[in-house]
């Protein structure tokens, strides 16, 4: 858990799609130790994560009760729009 609770900062100059996937894979092995890890936990830990025009972005468009489903959708829509990402 506290691998996950001290995920670095993504670096902005790449996709986030990949990023994201890798915070996946340790939320799989985290799951696959017993820990589980609740939906506001991974929001927030992505929400910290992100920095740049993307974070604006996102606070902009973030509603209480954000799942994390949607966060990912969103973020995966950010890379494939082309949106800027930081550079």
């Known amino acids: 858990m506290a691998a996950i609770m001290s995920w670095p900062p993504?670096?902005?100059?790449?996709?986030?799609?990949?990023?994201?996937?890798?915070?996946?894979?340790?939320?799989?092995?985290?799951?696959?130790?017993?820990?589980?890890?609740?939906?506001?936990?991974?929001?927030?830990?992505?929400?910290r994560c992100i920095t740049g025009q993307l974070c604006t972005y996102m606070n902009l468009r973030l509603s209480d009760g954000l799942k994390y489903d949607e966060l990912r959708e969103t973020l995966f829509k950010w890379d494939f729009r082309g949106e800027p990402n930081g550079d």
Do not use: C, H, N, T
């Open 10 to 47: 993504f670096d902005m100059r790449q996709a986030v799609q990949p990023q994201v996937l890798k915070f996946e894979d340790s939320l799989l092995e985290a799951e696959r130790a017993g820990v589980k890890v609740q939906e506001e936990m991974k929001v927030a830990v992505v929400l």
